[in-house]
């Protein structure tokens, strides 16, 4: 069965702080797809990226980085210079390559960033 | 990108009635779409996985005949909470997947949610 763990329920900085949400995964597919979501107030959830099992490269998008570890089933999110707005609720989550593709969600990590 | 609709955005029922909420990707045809529950600072929870033309496929412990969903159409899904209670207050989420196939970094898109109330 697929599993993802955020054992950071909830993380407050003050902003221009970096922080990294961590995320750590289960599952028995030798390929599968890993994300993070980001949920402001208002519900709606906002994509911001996939990973695919066979692609170790770490990413960066701005602000955003992402370090992916196979070797410790983990999917690492940093937000550097964090800003007011970057307060939400961010979920990690897998899903597998072929079939549905149902999405297993982690418990989410609130991250508040204060002035 | 695509777009999927819910509607209602939110709705208040008294205990006993029924809801009904429907997904719509409205740029795009969705042969697979899905529905989660989240309950107040919780996670999201698949509930089932809605195929056009066929039957929905519930996840273990979820009741299919209190969640009703019909997926008639490549482009509308609906869940009907049948005679709901308070303790089917929740928001709930639709998603669906682009039936082209494509490879895009998303594979699901989200509504925007619907926030139901049970007094």
């Known amino acids: 069965a697929q599993k993802v763990t955020q054992a950071q329920t909830e993380i407050s900085v003050v902003e221009k702080e970096d922080v990294t949400l961590d995320c750590v995964y289960e599952?028995?597919?030798?390929?599968?797809?890993l994300f993070w979501y980001k949920q402001p107030p208002s519900g709606e959830l906002v994509f911001l990226i996939r990973r695919n099992s066979f692609d170790e490269q770490n990413e960066i998008s701005g602000r955003y980085s992402w370090n992916f570890q196979k070797s410790t089933s983990s999917f690492n999110f940093t937000i550097t210079a964090s800003q007011v707005v970057d307060s939400a609720v961010y979920f990690c989550?897998?899903?597998?390559?072929?079939?549905?593709?149902?999405?297993?969600f982690g418990q989410g990590t609130r991250l508040t960033i204060n002035p | 990108g695509a777009v999927v609709s819910q509607h209602p955005s939110w709705v208040i029922c008294k205990s006993g009635t029924s809801v009904k909420i429907e997904c719509r990707s409205l740029d795009f045809q969705a042969t697979t779409m899905f529905w989660y529950r989240q309950f107040p600072k919780q996670s999201l929870m698949l509930m089932a996985t809605s195929n056009e033309g066929s039957k929905a496929t519930y996840e273990q412990g979820v009741e299919k005949d209190k969640f009703l969903i019909n997926h008639a159409s490549l482009t509308l899904s609906t869940l009907t909470v049948t005679s709901a209670h308070p303790e089917d207050s929740s928001f709930y989420i639709c998603s669906a997947r682009d039936s082209r196939g494509q490879v895009i970094q998303e594979t699901q898109y989200f509504g925007p949610g619907t926030r139901l109330l049970v007094l």
């Open positions: 989550a897998l899903s597998e390559v072929q079939g549905a593709q149902k999405l297993v």
């Open positions: 599952t028995r597919d030798t390929t599968y797809y």
